[in-house]
Nanobody
Framework: QVQLVESGGGLAQPGGSLRLSCAAS????????MGWYRQAPGKQGELVAR???????NYADSVKGRFTLSRDSAKNTVDLQMNSLKPEDTAVYYC????????????????WGQGTQVTVSS
């Protein structure tokens, strides 16, 4: 069993900051890419940021320069520092990770967290 547990999120004012954290646990053999997606009401979901095992990162154009993604491979965690928040950042944010497990054999798939609400409003 693999779980992704998210923390952080909540309410922030425009221009403010929030930090999201995600921890993967369970029978994990290895983790490749970790990242965050977001889903706003009435909008298509989008990749916010992702980080590979070599710590290379990709960001959505809408968050470049404002959000920073980091991971601790020893702890199987990934953090998203969100600065200069805008109302359009309001969404449910989902952590995800491409994880390989071993249970009599190796299998890999993408796992998702339960989602955490981020609301940016004055």
């Amino acid at each position: 069993q693999v779980q992704l547990v998210e923390s952080g999120g909540g309410l922030a004012q425009p221009g403010g900051s929030l930090r999201l954290s995600c921890a993967a646990s369970g029978s994990i053999f290895s983790i490749n890419v970790m990242g965050w997606y977001r889903q706003a009401p009435g909008k298509q979901g989008e990749l916010v940021a992702r980080i590979s095992r070599d710590d290379s990162t990709n960001y959505a154009d809408s968050v470049k320069g404002r959000f920073t993604l980091s991971r601790d491979s020893a702890k199987n965690t990934v953090d998203l520092q969100m600065n200069s928040l805008k109302p359009e950042d309001t969404a449910v944010y989902y952590c995800n990770a491409d994880i390989t497990v071993y249970s009599g054999g190796y299998s890999s798939r993408r796992y998702w967290g339960q989602g955490t609400q981020v609301t940016v409003s004055s």
